[in-house]
C-alpha cells in the first residue's frame, strides 16, 4: 500500500536534505502522469529570479496577515472593557479569526488554482481591510465577531494559502528553502504587531489603532499582489480523491493530533500579555512575551530543519508536539516571573515554528507530493476548528476561578492528547509500511 521514493529535497548549505515523496496510493495504483520530479521537465522559470520574487512576495503577505492577527493580545483589555465582556467571550473574536483562517485556506487555494493568486489576494485584501476599519467602529462585539473573526480570518486566508502556495511551483533546487523564507514572515509578523499595536493602543486607542493597522495591510497585502505570479503549470497533474483520504485511518489520526495540539496552542497567543499584567508586568513589557514567542518560532522556521537528517522528519516533528506539550508546564510555575515566561514563550514558539514548517514535509512523507495541497488544506481544518474551541474555553475558565491555573492545565492536557494522536499515526503509518 505504501512507496517511498528517494526524492529529496534540499535544504541548501548546511542543512540536512530531507524525504519528501513518500506515497500512499490511496486508489491502488498510481497514475501514468504521477513522474518524479527528476523525470518532468523544468518549466521556465523556475529556480530563476523571478521565483524568487513570488519568495518575497509571499514574506510580505505572511508578514503582514500575522502581524494583523497574532496583535489581537494588546486589544483582549481594552475592548473587554469598553464593551464589559469577559475573558471567554471576547476571546472569541481571535478564536473566530483563526477558525476562519484556517477552514478557508482550501477553498482560497481553489480559487488560486482556477483564477491565479492574483485576484484572490486582492479579494482577501479587501475583505481584510475592511474588517478592520468596521471593528473599529462596531458598538457591539457580537458585530466584532461578524466584522473581526470573519473579515480578518476570510481575508488572511485569501492572502496566506495561494500565495503560500505558489513558491512550491516556483522551485525544485531550493524549493524548502524558498519555502522557510517566505513563511519566516509568521515570525516575523509575531515579534513585531504585539509592541507595534501597543504603542498605538496607548497613545491612540483601540480604535483608531484598528485603522492604522488598516493602512498598513493594505499596503502590505498590494505590494505582495503586485509581485505574485502564477507558478509554472504542470501539465496533466493528476488529482487527489479527497474520498480516499478521508476513509484513511493515518490521516484521520494526523487530523485529530492537529485538533487537540491547536486546542492548547492558541491559548498563549491570546491570554500570556494578559496573564502577565495581571501578575504586575506592565503592558508594554507584557507585549513583548508575544514577541518572544514570534522570535522562538522564527528560529524553529529556519533552524529544527539542520535536524532532519540526525532524527528524521517524523521523529524532529514529534518532537515539537511533545515539546510544544512540555512547555506549559513552565508556565504553570511562572508566576510573576518576566524571565521564566518568556522562557517559556520561545520554547513554545520554537516548538510552534518547527510543527508549521515540518507539516508539509511530514504530510508528504505520509502522503506523497500527488494534491499535497488538498491534503494540506484539509489537515488545517483540523487547526481551525482547535482553534476556535481553545481560547474561549480558556478565557470561560478564566473567568469562572479568577485564575488562569485551570486555564493552563486545559491547554497542557489537550497538547499531551495531541502528541498522543500523532504517535498513534505514526505507529499506523509504520503498520502500513510493514
Known amino acids: 500500500m505504501v512507496r517511498r521514493d528517494a526524492e529529496f529535497l534540499g535544504f541548501g548549505s548546511g542543512r540536512a536534505q530531507i ?21 518532468q521537465s523544468s518549466p521556465t522559470g523556475v529556480d530563476s529570479a523571478r521565483a524568487w520574487l513570488i519568495v518575497l512576495a509571499a514574506f510580505l503577505s505572511t508578514t503582514t496577515a500575522f502581524f494583523v492577527t497574532y496583535s489581537f493580545t494588546t486589544f483582549l483589555t481594552a475592548m473587554g472593557e469598553e464593551f464589559d465582556t469577559g475573558k471567554g467571550s471576547t476571546a472569541l473574536l481571535f478564536s473566530l479569526t483563526i477558525f476562519f483562517l484556517f477552514v478557508l485556506g482550501l477553498p482560497a487555494g481553489r480559487a488560486s488554482d482556477r483564477w491565479g493568486p492574483r485576484p484572490v489576494v486582492l479579494v482577501g485584501a479587501f475583505v481584510l481591510v475592511a474588517g478592520l476599519l468596521l471593528t473599529s467602529v462596531v458598538p457591539r462585539i457580537e458585530l466584532g465577531y ?7 480570518g476570510f481575508g ?19 524549493r524548502a528553502v524558498a519555502l522557510g523564507v517566505a513563511v519566516s514572515g509568521i515570525g516575523v509578523g509575531t515579534i513585531l504587531g504585539p509592541p507595534v499595536t501597543q504603542a498605538l493602543i496607548d497613545s491612540l486607542g483601540w480604535r483608531p489603532t484598528y485603522r492604522v493597522l488598516a493602512a498598513i495591510a493594505a499596503v502590505g497585502f498590494l505590494s505582495a ?7 509554472p503549470a504542470i501539465a496533466n497533474a493528476p488529482r487527489l480523491d479527497l474520498k480516499e483520504l478521508l476513509s484513511n485511518p493515518v490521516f484521520r489520526a494526523m487530523y485529530l493530533a492537529g485538533f487537540m495540539m491547536t486546542i492548547g496552542l492558541f491559548v498563549p497567543f491570546v491570554f500570556l500579555k494578559p496573564y502577565a ?26 533552524i529544527l530543519g539542520m535536524f532532519a537528517g540526525r532524527l528524521g522528519i517524523l521523529r ?15 508556565w504553570l510555575f511562572a508566576g510573576s516571573s518576566f524571565a521564566a515566561l518568556a522562557a517559556f514563550a520561545f520554547l513554545l514558539g520554537t516548538a510552534y515554528g518547527g510543527y508549521v514548517a515540518l507539516s508539509p514535509v511530514a504530510a508528504a512523507e505520509l502522503f506523497g507530493l500527488t494534491g499535497l495541497g488538498a491534503v494540506l488544506g484539509a ?3 483540523a487547526g481551525g476548528f482547535g482553534g476556535l474551541i481553545g481560547p474561549p474555553i480558556a478565557g470561560w475558565l478564566r473567568d469562572a476561578t479568577n485564575s488562569y491555573t485551570a486555564a493552563i492545565v486545559m491547554a ?17 503509518a509504520d503498520t502500513a509500511v510493514g
Open 156 to 174: 488572511v486566508a485569501c492572502c496566506y494559502v495561494p500565495v503560500v502556495s505558489q513558491v512550491t511551483g516556483w522551485f525544485e533546487r531550493r
Open 412 to 428: 497542557m492536557f489537550f497538547g499531551y492528547c495531541g502528541t498522543l494522536a500523532l504517535r498513534r499515526a505514526l505507529r499506523l
Open 316 to 330: 524532529l516533528y514529534r518532537l515539537c508536539f511533545s515539546v510544544l506539550a512540555a512547555s506549559f508546564v513552565i
Open 19 to 39: 524525504l519528501a515523496a513518500a506515497r500512499i496510493e490511496l486508489s491502488g495504483r498510481l497514475p501514468s502522469t504521477d513522474l518524479p520530479l527528476n523525470e
Open 225 to 231: 499582489a503586485a509581485l505574485i505570479r502564477p507558478a
Open 379 to 381: 489537515l488545517y481544518t
Open 146 to 152: 461578524l466584522t473581526y473573526g470573519l473579515g480578518i
Open 277 to 302: 499584567q495581571d501578575h504586575g508586568i506592565s503592558a508594554g513589557t507584557a507585549a513583548t512575551l508575544v514577541s518572544v514567542l514570534g522570535l522562538g518560532s522564527l528560529g524553529g522556521r529556519l
